[in-house]
């Protein structure tokens, strides 16, 4: 059973940056898309970036692209998320999760529903 535990979140401004972290454990091979998803009150849970444990590729949505970097430390078993130039509209509640899968198509950020493993979340708010 895969567990993932995400911490960094915090209180920040505008312009600032947060690192997320996702400690992973249950792995049981090394091929997983891992990706971070968002969630504010009100609005549909929404794919921010996704990364492949073996491969190291990944994908972004359009809303964050140049400005959040995910990354991986393959023998920790952790996946980043660099959050860079925050706005007030990157508040929300951020995800990690994890499928196994030989390859992370970009379309997985639309598909949180084939995600099987999640964590509780970190909570990330900006203010201007």
């Known amino acids: 059973q895969v567990q993932l535990v995400e911490s960094g979140g915090g209180s920040v401004q505008a312009g600032e940056s947060l690192r997320l972290s996702c400690a992973a454990s249950g792995y049981a091979d090394g091929n997983y898309c891992v990706a971070w998803f968002r969630q504010s009150p009100g609005k549909d849970r929404a794919g921010v970036a996704v990364i492949h444990t073996q491969t190291n590729t990944s994908s972004y949505a359009n809303s964050v692209k140049g400005r959040f970097t995910i990354s991986q430390d393959s023998a920790k078993n952790m996946v980043y998320l660099q959050l860079d130039s925050l706005k007030p509209e990157d508040t929300a509640m951020y995800y990690c999760?994890?499928?196994?899968?030989?390859?992370?198509?970009?379309?997985?950020?639309?598909?949180?529903?084939?995600?099987?493993?999640w964590g509780q979340g970190t909570q990330v708010t900006v203010s201007s």
């Open positions: 999760a994890a499928r196994q899968s030989s390859y992370c198509y970009p379309f997985v950020l639309t598909a949180s529903s084939i995600f099987d493993y």
